[in-house]
């Protein structure tokens, strides 16, 4: 459709505003009202929000998890596209190449830093969020135990469309029901499932994606390597993933459940430490994790069986915990994840449905892999020295081994497998507002990031990057795209020995560096090829 004067004006008028909004990257008026009109001549007027106009704010903020990422000085998307349909994606991404706009793509906005929606360090380089929350369809196909889902849909949406179908399918996915799957798969996607049946980029057997260029391809069409690339390789680099075809896994019609509570007074240091050995070995379909927030620890389990056998394997491999068959809950695999969403099953499962469920905080994250169990004395000093303190955050400590130790490290860019004894993470969160409060929480976990060093990984120090950390470092440019050398500080520890190859399918299907971020994956030099 040609546009008229009528929106020719409109898109000036938007161009002034966006121009003086104080937090938007700057970019010459007239690249930005060609980018508006590109846009608006395929893309209804009513899908396409700048800083001017009413819903702006709300569409911003409606997955904005964190907080820290919508304060006056991290940059702003000078529009926000929220796409109904495949074709308004290939339309943004060609008229952002065209007009020099980037696109970030945002399914859920759980982006721990929050990339998918907000700018941190590359405030000169005008962007436009590109949001996928109407592309949310999911088709299950129970006789073949596969299901189609597209990336606007929640982790939650998925499990319920699952269980919906199937009381004997599940899906290995992670523990937050507003995730986007569209992020979520392309990190990897780590759950209460992956040492039975591994991440949810292991379970992925197609994909649709838009590229660079604007063409819209699937498995065959796109070639393995860049099938390969986004099956854990970070969702911000290579292109725009719309739907994911996914393999379902077996699972019985009853699974047992049980969350036991542990204070220093009650041995919790004493059952962490035992805890590391154990863990890790235990039967798949097993899966036992450790959170330790207010000076408690609380053991949880999905077992894929019945209460009888679980306490059974439970008095012989872990007596001390003193689990008892009066802790077991039995529910459905479905019901299952509501539990772990939600830290109990007396909520329907329709709550799973509730994209917004999750409350908003301000939020900074660090992660670490364990590959020796750490002694208790460590243990000890460190629940004196950190656990107790008020600002003390939540540690979460998710098991590997299982199938996990048996993929290889080169399957999918994700290479965090065998060796691995667990994962450990470092979640503050809070709500209060202002620099004080910030500094303090933030401190807390870089401080004990810090007093970890020795007993993590080490050459790289590995991190999985669905916990994003731009403490590790950020892009710098080389010419006009991102430099490689400088990339890799950060990029090995989230993917070792796969970055290189992750960055030569870089340079393949995105050359001209067109998906860019803080932590894109930047191409391959010709030199290095």
């Not at 012989?316 to 077991?328: A, I, V, W, Y």
Request: aromatic share 10%; glycine share 8%; with cysteine.
């Amino acid at each position: 459709m040609a546009r008229t004067p009528r929106t020719t004006i409109l898109h000036l008028v938007l161009t002034l505003c966006i121009l003086s909004a104080q937090s938007t990257p700057s970019l010459a008026s007239s690249a930005i009202d060609e980018f508006l009109g590109c846009l608006s001549a395929d893309i209804p007027s009513r899908l396409i929000q700048t800083p001017a106009t009413p819903s702006y704010s709300a569409l911003l903020l409606s997955t904005a998890w964190n907080l820290r990422y919508i304060l006056p000085d991290t940059s702003k998307p000078i529009g926000i596209i929220a796409a109904t349909e495949h074709a308004h994606v290939q339309t943004t991404v060609r008229c952002g190449r065209r007009h020099g706009v980037r696109v970030r793509v945002r399914s859920g906005g759980h982006d721990y830093e929050g990339l998918s929606y907000a700018s941190v360090h590359l405030h000169n380089q005008a962007f436009a969020v590109l949001d996928l929350a109407a592309l949310r369809a999911i088709h299950v196909d129970q006789a073949r135990a596969e299901a189609w889902v597209e990336s606007g849909a929640t982790v939650g949406e998925l499990y319920y469309a699952v269980g919906a179908a199937s009381r004997s399918l599940g899906f290995p996915a992670g523990s937050c029901p507003t995730m986007g799957i569209g992020g979520h798969l392309s990190g990897g996607g780590f759950g209460s499932l992956a040492r039975k049946y591994g991440l949810s980029a292991d379970n992925v057997l197609d994909a649709v994606v838009v590229d660079a260029d604007g063409r819209l391809m699937n498995r065959s069409t796109m070639g393995e390597d860049l099938f390969w690339a986004i099956c854990g390789g970070g969702g911000e680099s290579f292109g725009v993933v719309l739907s994911w075809k996914v393999r379902l896994v077996p699972v019985p019609e009853t699974v047992t459940v049980f969350s036991i509570i542990r204070s220093r007074n009650q041995s919790a240091i004493e059952l962490i430490t035992k805890w590391q050995e154990i863990a890790p070995v235990l039967p798949q379909n097993l899966y036992l994790r450790v959170l330790v927030l207010n000076q408690r620890a609380t053991f949880q389990a999905l077992f894929l069986g019945r209460c009888g056998c679980l306490h059974g394997l439970m008095q012989d491999r872990f007596p001390e915990l003193g689990m008892t068959k009066q802790n077991c809950q039995e529910v459905s695999w479905v019901q299952s994840t509501v539990f772990f969403g939600f830290s109990t099953t007396s909520i329907p499962t329709e709550q799973l449905l509730n994209r917004s469920s999750n409350p908003r905080y301000y939020l900074k994250a660090k992660s670490d892999h364990v590959q020796e169990p750490i002694p208790r004395d460590v243990w000890e000093s460190i629940w004196t020295a950190w656990l107790e303190k008020p600002e003390a955050a939540l540690l979460m400590l998710d098991p590997y081994g299982g199938l996990m130790s048996s993929i290889s490290p080169s399957k999918t860019p994700f290479p965090h497998r065998q060796g691995n004894l667990y994962q450990l993470q470092y979640y503050s969160f809070w709500y209060e507002n202002g620099t004080a409060a910030a500094e303090k929480r933030m401190s807390w976990v870089r401080g004990l990031y810090k007093e970890m060093e020795p007993y993590v990984s080490k050459n790289p120090r590995a991190v999985y990057v669905n916990y994003r950390d731009l403490d590790l470092g950020t892009n710098e440019l080389d010419g006009n795209v991102t430099s490689y050398e400088k990339a890799r500080v950060w990029g090995e520890k989230y993917f070792k020995g796969n970055f290189k190859r992750l960055a030569a399918v870089k340079a393949m299907v995105d050359p001209d560096d067109f998906f860019k971020n803080e932590q894109s994956i930047p191409p391959l030099p010709a030199a290095k090829i």
